[in-house]
């Protein structure tokens, strides 16, 4: 049997940070957490490529990735280094061996910074392993994802093994304010070749670079959130200000998804109502959880 891992994404940013980076001209920003913030674009600015070796290399848009909601991208630059594989999940930033991972060094000789880590995803934030990566000289980091989609032909996990119905997103857990690296998930196929070819103690040097956001006359942001989404509360009452500010330049949607209530549990076989004022329809319908809410109009108006 298949099963899967919930999808959650904890974390909040300040309105001052929102705003500055709308501002900033970046058509891509997404503020994920119990509430979502997302700033749209057409194409990824960003890439990543293993140019050694080149059996590892994919011609054209390289290897598919996403980048994480923190951290300071080069935009308009380039990270070129060798990639070491940590081979922890880099939690403990009492207990980071940098002379351990691989590819294996016979001199012993810890990471050769600046170096770009690759580490394991699990254990702790997104946040919590960048910014250990970072104290330990590195120029930035991949996380390996250790799960697949289950919607991919090729995610076949054993029978004790999970997937994961939606897309992972590398979210800040509200902390991430001191982390200037920048850092890429990497799908678990990608992610254990290149491992693969460390482990057999290969050279491997990837590239992570960064283009420059194609100017436009306004940016373009959705937002979800729930009724039941009190971390949120603060941005819904002061975002105002950054709208007022970004004016003409800034277009707002909101996205009302509806999630079955009845699927969820939310009524009982007698008829009784378990999600309380989640709910419309007698419970038939609730709005999912990292999303605005089943009717804007009635429940809440943002901004």
């Known amino acids: 049997m298949r099963m899967t891992r919930p999808h959650c994404l904890p974390g909040t940013r300040s309105l001052s940070s929102i705003l500055a980076l709308l501002l900033s001209g970046s058509l891509q920003f997404r503020l994920l957490g119990l509430y979502k913030l997302e700033v749209v674009r057409a194409v990824q600015t960003s890439k990543f490529q293993i140019l050694i070796p080149q059996s590892l290399s994919k011609p054209g848009k390289g290897y598919d990735h996403r980048d994480a ?4 991208p080069p935009y308009g630059g380039s990270i070129q280094q060798q990639v070491f594989y940590a081979d922890t999940d880099l939690c403990d930033a009492n207990n980071i061996n940098a002379k351990g991972g691989y590819p294996q060094r016979s001199d012993g000789s810890a990471w050769q910074t600046p170096f770009i880590l690759l580490v394991d995803r699990g ?6 392993k960048v910014r250990n990566a970072q104290r330990a000289g590195a120029a930035g980091v991949l996380i390996a ?7 991919r032909p090729d995610c076949k996990p054993e029978t004790d093994e999970v997937c994961e119905t939606r897309e992972p ?28 070819a ?6 491997v040097r990837a590239q992570m670079s960064f283009k420059v956001p194609a100017p436009g006359a306004r940016v373009e942001y959705q937002l979800w959130t729930a009724p039941s989404d009190f971390v949120s509360r603060s941005l819904e ?4 200000l950054a709208a007022a500010a970004l004016g003409d330049r800034a277009s707002f949607q909101p996205h ?7 699927s969820a549990g939310c ?6 109502d378990e999600c309380f004022n989640l709910c419309l329809n007698d419970g038939g319908t609730v709005p999912l959880t990292q999303t605005m809410t089943c009717n804007p109009d009635h429940r809440e108006l943002m901004l």
């Open 69 to 72: 909601l923190f951290g300071i």
């Open 123 to 128: 254990g702790c934030s997104f946040v919590v």
């Open 145 to 151: 994802d250790d799960l697949c989609l289950c919607d």
């Open 169 to 196: 997103l590398m979210a800040d857990d509200g902390s991430g304010a001191d982390v200037s690296i920048p850092s890429f998930l990497l799908f678990r196929e990608d992610a254990d070749q290149i491992k693969q």
């Open 198 to 203: 460390l482990m057999n103690n290969q050279h």
């Open 237 to 240: 009452q002061t975002f105002g």
């Open 256 to 262: 009302p998804y509806i999630y079955d209530g009845i």
């Open 267 to 272: 009524q009982t076989e007698t008829g009784e």
